[in-house]
């Protein structure tokens, strides 16, 4: 963690996600070498072989988000340090107006899912909102906040905007 001083909190998100991910991974990988391999329908070699790569990557990215460090939110008094898949992005206080719970429903045929996330809304004009400008009102217009946290980090959805919303007006320059 060189260059962050002082965590005042880390988060990481919990693994039991990220294992039954590799699971299925497994499985529907294994799926795809049995496609492969039969030798009574040679029709379903490239179904196979289609399975197998995505399958596999499925895998690898799950492994890499079980290796410690990989993903995560570190909170210090100059803002947030949030990493996932070693790539890791900062997001002064300065730059963040508040957080919020973003929720969304999207249907999948006659089934509703609903969708929640820790959403960050930037104040205008800050770095952050113009180097992501489509990405961030395509965003806003959908669910009304300009980026999100990739994971709730074992907390619930509106405990954790709460606790940074707290952090942030704490340490708001």
Known sequence: MAGIEHPLLVLTPRPWKWLGVLAIGLVLAGGGWLMINDPDDAARVGTGWFCLVFFS???VVAIVQLIPGSSRVVVTSKG????????RHF????????????????????FRQRHR??????KAGSHVRKRWRRASLLS??????????SDNYGYKHHELAD?????LAAHRG
């Not at 997001?91 to 006659?110: K, L, M, N, S």
């Not at 996330?117 to 930037?122: H, M, S």
């Open 117 to 122: 996330l820790v959403g960050i809304r930037f």
């Open 140 to 149: 806003e217009a959908l669910v009304g906040y300009h980026g999100a946290l």
């Open 57 to 59: 990557l499925v895998v």
């Open 80 to 87: 947030l340090y949030q990493t996932a898949m070693y790539r």
């Open 163 to 167: 606790l940074l919303n707290q952090l």
């Open 91 to 110: 997001i002064a206080w300065g730059d963040i107006e508040r957080f919020g719970v973003a929720e969304w429903t999207q249907w999948h045929g006659p």
